[in-house]
Nanobody, 122 residues
Framework: QVQLVESGGGLVQAGGSLRLSCVAS????????MGWFRQPPGKSREFVAA????????YYADSVKGRFTISRDKAKNTSYLQMNSLKSEDTAVYYC???????????????WGQGTQVTVSS
């Protein structure tokens, strides 16, 4: 049974930082893309960042480029999302996901975590 478990969310002031973690289990992810999505209040879920589990290539939404960094630790089967210079508009539930399809779209992912709340106060 595949499981993705996020942690690291919380309340932070604008300009601050948080690091989200996503521990994956239940299968080998060597051919997978690990992604992060977010759902702001009252809006649909949107792509944030993705990393190729094997080669490590990274991809970012324009809104987070230069502020967020995605990484992975193969030995720990964990992906990370380091979020710096946080803004109020980053407030959302953040989800990690694993898949082998279109990395920018939800439909490209087969497995999802339960989500972790990030709230940025201005």
């Amino acid at each position: 049974q595949v499981q993705l478990v996020e942690s690291g969310g919380g309340l932070v002031q604008a300009g601050g930082s948080l690091r989200l973690s996503c521990v994956a289990s239940g299968r080998t992810f060597s051919s997978y893309i690990m992604g992060w999505f977010r759902q702001p209040p009252g809006k649909s879920r949107e792509f944030v960042a993705a990393i190729m589990w094997s080669g490590g290539s990274t991809y970012y939404a324009d809104s987070v480029k230069g502020r967020f960094t995605i990484s992975r630790d193969k030995a720990k089967n964990t992906s990370y999302l380091q979020m710096n210079s946080l803004k109020s508009e980053d407030t959302a539930v953040y989800y990690c996901a694993a898949g082998r399809g279109m990395l920018h779209h939800e439909s490209g992912y087969d497995y999802w975590g339960q989500g972790t709340q990030v709230t940025v106060s201005s």
